[in-house]
Nanobody, 120 residues
Framework: VQLQASGGGLVQPGGSLRLSCAASGSILSINDMGWYRQAPGKQRELVAVITNGGTTNYEDSVKGRFTISRDNAKNTVYLQMNSLKPDDTAVYYC???????????????WGQGTEVTVSS
């Protein structure tokens, strides 16, 4: 199983970016999908999560600015980030809690991270 994240980059304060993360491999089912971030010198934190039914949850500082969505047919999760602030600068990691063929358990898988820098 691979999670391939893309969409990071350098953006000015107030700008927008859209992150994508596609899961591939012998996937039987995907439960929650989410985005985490880790800023320099800080611990990794949850940014947003979405269940396979579409229920979402956000970290307080991104509510009203970020929107998480998913395309179940494509095993892909997105993070639309608007009104970006310098404090949003971090490496963003996607996460999927999924079950592969041949396994009776689901477990967490991580993408490789995509860097977001918000700076003028």
């Amino acid at each position: 199983v691979q999670l391939q994240a893309s969409g990071g980059g350098l953006v000015q304060p107030g700008g927008s970016l859209r992150l994508s993360c596609a899961a591939s491999g012998s996937i039987l089912s995907i439960n929650d999908m989410g985005w985490y971030r880790q800023a320099p010198g800080k611990q990794r934190e949850l940014v947003a999560v979405i269940t396979n039914g579409g229920t979402t949850n956000y970290e307080d500082s991104v509510k009203g600015r970020f929107t998480i969505s998913r395309d179940n047919a494509k095993n892909t999760v997105y993070l639309q980030m608007n009104s970006l602030k310098p404090d949003d600068t971090a490496v963003y990691y996607c996460n999927a809690h999924l079950r592969v063929f041949g396994s009776i358990w689901s477990k967490n898988y991580w993408g490789q991270g995509t860097e977001v820098t918000v700076s003028s």
